[in-house]
């Protein structure tokens, strides 16, 4: 089997931190699958170990998704608002796009069994960033933060962007952070419902949840609920 030259030159590279090889190989085509299964088996940086398979996707995908940030940050801020949703194997996404500048937040609302429906507690970060690893959503928030600044790199707007993803009873057996990478990148396909002010927009999204609360435990809308425009929502 033939090996592609970039690979054989992060592999063979052992002063090459493996962040830095995360860059090198998607820069050059190679896909957060095969980036992380090279990451996996000890395969790049300059202390190598077998790592489980769920913290290279993870690696790979906060690695990439910072640098992605750092572009977001330069581009342009939107003045309008934004909806986009999407279904993939049982998980409902929602995606609120807010004018303004980058922050990202996402909350996770479940019922797999069919009984009470569970709202978790938030992970998100403001502009600045995080510096810690998130305590409740795990690899969910990096990889799905990855397909939103893929899709504002592609609209070229800054937004301060909140996803709920919904779990439901049709997904009930877990497949992975993989699955949510590519279920997100799938519901925000195409182009997004636009809407003038931040109340439009959220009222929009709370119609569509199907977990009704969904937007309850919202910690970036508490942080911002001062705000004249937003206070018939708190």
């Known amino acids: ?42 395969g790049m940086g300059i202390k190598r170990k077998i790592v489980p398979t769920k913290w290279a996707i993870t690696a790979v995908d906060d690695t990439l998704g910072k640098d992605m940030i750092a572009t977001v940050r330069h581009i342009e801020k939107s003045d309008i608002c934004a909806l986009k949703t999407g279904i993939f194997l049982g998980n409902v996404f929602t995606f609120i796009f807010l004018a303004g500048e980058w922050s990202f937040e996402l909350i996770e609302a479940w019922n797999r069994d069919g009984g009470e429906v569970m709202i978790g507690e938030s992970d998100y970060e403001l502009y600045c960033g995080r510096k810690e690893y998130v305590n409740n959503t ?93 206070n018939s929502f708190f």
């Open 138 to 230: 795990a690899g969910a928030y990096y990889a799905i933060r990855l397909a939103v600044l893929e899709k504002l790199l592609k609209m070229k707007k800054q937004f301060s962007v909140i996803v709920v993803r919904e779990i439901t009873p049709e997904y009930f057996a877990p497949l992975g952070v993989w699955v949510v990478r590519e279920g997100a990148r799938k519901a925000l396909e195409g182009e997004p419902e636009f809407f003038k002010d931040s109340e439009s927009v959220i009222n929009a999204a709370k119609r569509r949840l199907i977990y009704k609360d969904g937007l309850k435990k919202s910690k970036i809308l508490r942080l911002i609920s001062t705000q004249t425009r937003l």
């Open 1 to 42: 089997m033939k090996v592609e030259k970039h690979v054989e030159k992060v592999f063979y590279d052992k002063d090459l931190k493996a962040q830095d090889g995360i860059r090198f190989l998607y820069e050059r085509g190679s896909d957060e699958d095969k980036i992380s299964r090279i990451l996996s088996v000890g």
